[in-house]
């Protein structure tokens, strides 16, 4: 599930005797440029951005590409160890000791349909701004990017989409990718994480949970808000809740609201009031929406297919943990 990284190597780590033309000017890097003031340069270690200076190195990239020449193939942590001690190996320098300055975790999920279907029922995410590009949706804040996107279609436009009989890889593959920062990775572990952490379980299976619980923080659209009955809207209270559920599909009224107050002109000591008793119509609609309007069979079968890989990924898989280190990680 570890995908694209960057690794900074500092000073402190780098071995004796080093000088950033050793990195720059190996045999394994390509492409590359030198800074104008003679101290330090770039260039392209297969493929992924190499950069270096007498004081530091930095590995900016796929490490499954590095390794497979695609990111549809899933890592394990001992193939995660196997390609970082290559990179050091390869640019004579120790890459297990970097910091790691930007995480990308990543699976590709099997789907029954096109996963542009999927990603429009996404609505919104409390504390984050939501974003759409073509076919794709990212979810934003400071901290972590969220995104979600059709992987074939993204593999066929970089001609990195290897033969289907060679993986038996399905047609719908919806890729869900989440990016965290040096921050987020600190809040979350409370120290700086190094390259070498990313082959331990514990911090692995912390990443899981917390890739996981932002999908489940997500607002889903149900397939129609109109998917009621008469006798659901037995007073005007709620039909004009009703017409909230409505607009929200179009529109993720809770953060646009919010946007409105911000932006509002000739601010008012009671916009704020205002502001918060709109608020809460808006999550009264969405709760009284649980209750009437079905849930989305998409969202479903993909909260399922979650689960399932989940599951897979704790009992079966290459990683997956023992019921010993089950209860010596969860506690239970």
């Excluded at 190195?57 to 995660?80: A, M, P, R």
């Excluded at 099997?110 to 939501?130: A, C, H």
Aim: with cysteine; glycine share 6%; hydrophobic share 35%.
């Amino acid at each position: 599930m570890f995908d694209k990284v960057k690794l900074r190597l500092n000073k402190e780590h780098l071995p004796a005797g080093y000088d950033w033309t050793s990195v720059i000017d190996n045999v394994n890097v390509c492409n590359r440029g030198y800074y104008d003031g003679g101290d330090g340069g770039w260039g392209e270690y297969r493929g992924r951005k190499i950069r270096a200076k007498n004081d530091y190195v930095i590995f900016e990239g796929s490490l499954s590409k590095c390794l497979f020449g695609n990111n549809i193939q899933t890592l394990t942590l001992t193939q995660v160890r196997q390609v970082i001690e290559m990179i050091g190996e390869e640019l004579g320098v120790p890459m297990e000791n970097a910091e790691v300055m930007e995480l990308e975790f990543a699976t590709n999920l099997t789907m029954s349909r096109k996963p542009v279907e999927y990603i429009r029922l996404l609505n919104g995410m409390k504390g984050y701004w939501k974003m759409n590009v073509a076919e794709t949706v990212y979810f934003k804040n400071r901290q972590t990017q969220i995104k979600f996107y059709d992987k074939v279609l993204e593999a066929k436009k970089k001609r990195e989409l290897p033969k289907y009989s060679e993986f038996g890889m399905a047609p719908y593959q919806l890729r869900y990718e989440v990016t965290f920062s040096k921050k987020s990775l600190a809040a979350m572990f409370g120290r700086t994480l190094k390259a070498s952490d990313l082959w331990d379980k514990k911090v692995f299976y912390r990443l899981v949970a917390e890739w996981f619980g932002l999908y489940e923080e997500i607002d889903k659209l149900s397939d129609s808000p109109f998917g009621v009955t008469f006798n659901d809207i037995r007073s005007m209270r709620d039909f004009y809740t009703w017409c909230i559920c409505i607009a929200d599909v179009q529109q993720n009224m809770a953060c646009y609201v919010k946007e409105l107050f911000q932006r509002r002109d000739n601010p008012q000591a009671e916009d704020r009031q205002a502001h918060s008793h709109i608020q809460r119509a808006i999550r009264g609609a969405q709760s009284w929406k649980a209750k009437h309007v079905k849930s989305s069979v998409l969202i479903d079968e993909l909260t399922d297919t979650l689960h399932t890989y989940l599951k897979w990924l704790l009992d079966y898989s290459a990683d997956g943990m023992t019921l010993e280190e089950q209860r010596e990680l969860f506690g239970c």
